[in-house]
């Protein structure tokens, strides 16, 4: 007995630091040789140390013979969240995805609310005291006080030897360095929060507070306008928490926290000053009016929809579905495809459904329940004259930690999560739940199973038991060759198995029929390897008319079609396909030009010369239209009495002086009017800029030799390269 009761409380630290360096390193954790080093590595850590968990779980199990089981307030609605978001799973129109999520962006698939939910069992059933729980936020701000570093030494002290290890990320959380400052107001609050505290030893005050300043140096440093909103509801719970009681905190840094709240309001009001801030890479993603309209077009698209969402990780589809023409005259993002929404909040309705997202509402709501009858209670004891803090000395803590879980929850309509935030989402969840059950039994509750001594229970837990390792083995194998699949590849290594690629392209599509990014990809393959397969252009149409009708309202789709149309020599069909592409975006410099080409290869020489006008008069115009303009316009001159070609083909080379075209074509203008002199002066530079050009070398000879062709009266055409 003595033995067993050694080995569990061994088995039980274990399992605690394996929950702590999650806590510390999934935020920290990103690996450069990965296409996306943050997804991946920081989803596989985050599984990876939770399945080390439970095995440890189970371990425990069989050397005790019971299992033992906090259940908690929350359990009814985290267990509905489940079965909701595996019903959304099933029926959702990219299965594969909504099951595993995507590696090149983040997405909260059935995997990672899965883990989540066992991370917060984890933490309730692995925090059994105190000092365990105080650990665990202190780990928790180890972690933040490290990526703030991080950050601080790429951006201020421009440490390049850090590249070597994390690439050239900027911080360790997420490649948005919004993310990156809500993670931050987070370590601000809890460190400031514990700053104020009574009873904090010396070096702890400093170490906390030196935490808190360096995050706010970084805000200031990011300077998001939403993050000062944020971070100004953040300070006020923490002044009103502290002057709620006032026995149990420290009047003197109280104020530096009022200290800070007035700089929030002076840099939202004013702004912070340039030199303060840091240039930091411009973020793009989809803003709240189009996520609206996306998340609404797809609630309304039909009753499973509406109840149960188009699945998770299945926001580019629905995107891709209702993209709204207007979209189109963006001029930055046109072209771009969202797969995340402006808010956590519209990806729960349109990927989880109406009904999830309502329990996932009630979730919070009854937790805040639960926290504010735990404040009442306080308040209650304290006017009674009880020392209701004093005597509980992580209490303070707890209420911190529900203060960090309300500021999360409330910034789920500001931001989309990633994976660090939704491991402190719900890491605040049950610390919170963990520390006010150690002053109050309402939160949670003990299940304790024995499994009786006789054969047929031991068989048959054995065989259980044998089954549960087995399959965490397997996952654990296949997920490790996972990961390794993600790897930047060796373009010197996989340069021939183009046939390959293709297939398992194809297979990606069988698997996820609505992802338009899938089929764009075996279009672009299927394109790629026309040059060896003739073939495989009728298959890259093909495949593009499927990704027409799964994003029927993105114009670069038409252009593709027109390009690959015009690959075959199918002219009336790019045209349409051009054509269509100019509707839908009365801009598109490429629609254009591929439009005139069609137009000049079908003899409509003056819609193609109307085309290049319509792009010269709104500046469009680059050298390469101008030369095409020019050169139409002078095979179409046959008296040769206008000069537009000639200013035409100058305005190219002033623009660009080494354009060998419109040199060429000067030479051959001023030929045919019998400046040879002139013609030869761009001839020599032509020759110049292509030594080894048989062609102009030869044109040369023909101006400089004995005998001399006569012009051609300016009937000489100038092909099109």
């Excluded at 149309?565 to 009365?586: H, M, P, R």
């Amino acid at each position: 007995m003595l033995i067993q009761s050694r080995l569990t409380k061994v088995l039980n630290l274990i399992s605690y630091i394996f929950l702590a360096l999650n806590v510390l390193l999934v935020p920290l954790f990103l690996d450069k040789n990965l296409n996306n080093s943050y997804i991946i590595p920081k989803q596989y850590v985050f599984g990876g140390l939770i399945l080390i968990n439970i095995i440890l779980l189970i371990l425990k199990f069989v050397l005790t013979k019971k299992f033992n089981f906090n259940k908690t307030v929350l359990d009814k609605p985290l267990l509905l969240i489940l079965g909701l978001g595996l019903l959304s799973t099933v029926f959702s129109s990219n299965v594969y995805d909504s099951f595993f999520g995507r590696s090149d962006f983040f997405a909260l698939s059935y995997i990672s609310l899965l883990f989540g939910v066992l991370f917060y069992y984890v933490v309730v059933n692995f925090v059994h005291t105190e000092k365990s729980w105080k650990g665990l936020m202190d780990m928790f701000l180890a972690s933040g006080f490290l990526s703030i570093i991080f950050f601080i030494l790429k951006t201020v002290f421009k440490i390049n030897f850090l590249d070597t290890w994390f690439g050239p990320a900027l911080n360790t959380v997420d490649s948005l360095n919004s993310l990156f400052g809500v993670w931050v107001i987070m370590v601000l609050i809890l460190s400031l929060g514990q700053v104020i505290k009574r009873g904090q030893s010396v070096i702890r005050t400093i170490i906390y507070f030196i935490i808190g300043l360096s995050a706010f140096a970084v805000l200031v440093m990011l300077n998001f306008k939403v993050l000062w909103w944020i971070l100004l509801v953040s300070l006020v719970l923490l002044l009103m928490l502290g002057v709620n009681f006032l026995k149990e905190v420290r009047l003197p840094w109280l104020s530096v926290i009022f200290t800070f709240l007035v700089l929030n309001v002076v840099f939202i009001i004013f702004g912070v000053p340039q030199k303060l801030q840091m240039n930091v890479p411009t973020e793009v993603a989809l803003g709240l009016k189009p996520s609206w309209s996306v998340t609404y077009d797809t609630a309304l698209s039909g009753v499973k929809q509406f109840l149960l969402g188009s699945g998770p990780a299945s926001f580019g589809v629905d995107f891709s579905k209702f993209r709204d023409v207007a979209f189109n005259s963006d001029n930055v993002a046109w072209s771009l495809r969202f797969s995340q929404p402006y808010n956590t909040v519209f990806g729960l309705v349109s990927e989880y459904g109406l009904a999830l997202a309502i329990i996932f509402v009630f979730l919070i709501l009854l937790f805040l329940g639960h926290a504010l009858t735990a404040w009442k209670k306080i308040r209650v004891a304290a006017n009674k004259g009880g020392n209701s803090l004093q005597s509980h000395p992580i209490l303070l803590e707890a209420f911190l930690s529900v203060i960090a879980f309300v500021i999360l929850s409330g910034s789920s309509f500001f931001i989309f999560y990633n994976q660090v935030i939704w491991l402190v989402w719900f890491l605040f969840l049950a610390l919170s739940i963990v520390g006010f059950s150690f002053y109050y039994h309402d939160f949670v509750s003990k299940v304790e199973c024995v499994m009786e001594e006789t054969p047929q229970y031991s068989l048959s837990f054995s065989f259980g038991l044998i089954v549960a390792i087995t399959a965490l083995v397997m996952i654990s194998v296949w997920g490790v060759r996972l990961y390794g699949g993600e790897f930047k590849p060796d373009v010197q290594a996989v340069s021939s198995p183009m046939a390959k690629a293709v297939n398992e392209a194809k297979v990606a599509t069988d698997l996820s029929p609505a992802s338009v990014g899938l089929w764009e990809n075996l279009a672009t393959m299927y394109e790629n390897a026309s040059a060896l397969v003739p073939e495989a252009r009728d298959w890259a149409i093909k495949t593009l008319q499927q990704v027409v009708v799964l994003e029927p309202t993105n114009p670069a789709h038409y252009w593709r079609l027109g390009n690959s149309f015009a690959a075959q020599a199918k002219w009336e069909d790019a045209v349409k396909n051009y054509q269509k592409a100019v509707d839908l975006k009365a801009d598109y410099y490429g629609a254009y030009v591929g439009l005139a080409n069609a137009y000049e290869q079908t003899q409509k020489n003056d819609q193609a010369l109307t085309l290049y006008e319509k792009l010269i008069n709104n500046k469009q115009a680059n050298p390469e239209i101008l030369y095409n303009y020019g050169r139409l316009f002078y095979n179409l001159n046959s008296q040769g009495d206008l000069d537009s070609d000639q200013k035409n083909w100058l305005s190219v080379i002033q623009k660009q002086p080494n354009y060998s075209n419109a040199l060429y074509s000067l030479g051959l203008w001023y030929e045919t009017r019998g400046d040879k002199t002139t013609a030869l002066q761009y001839y020599y530079k032509v020759r110049d800029l292509n030594p080894n050009n048989p062609d102009i070398l030869k044109k040369i000879q023909s101006l400089t030799g004995a005998v001399v062709p006569a012009p051609n009266e300016g009937k000489i055409e100038i092909k099109k390269k």
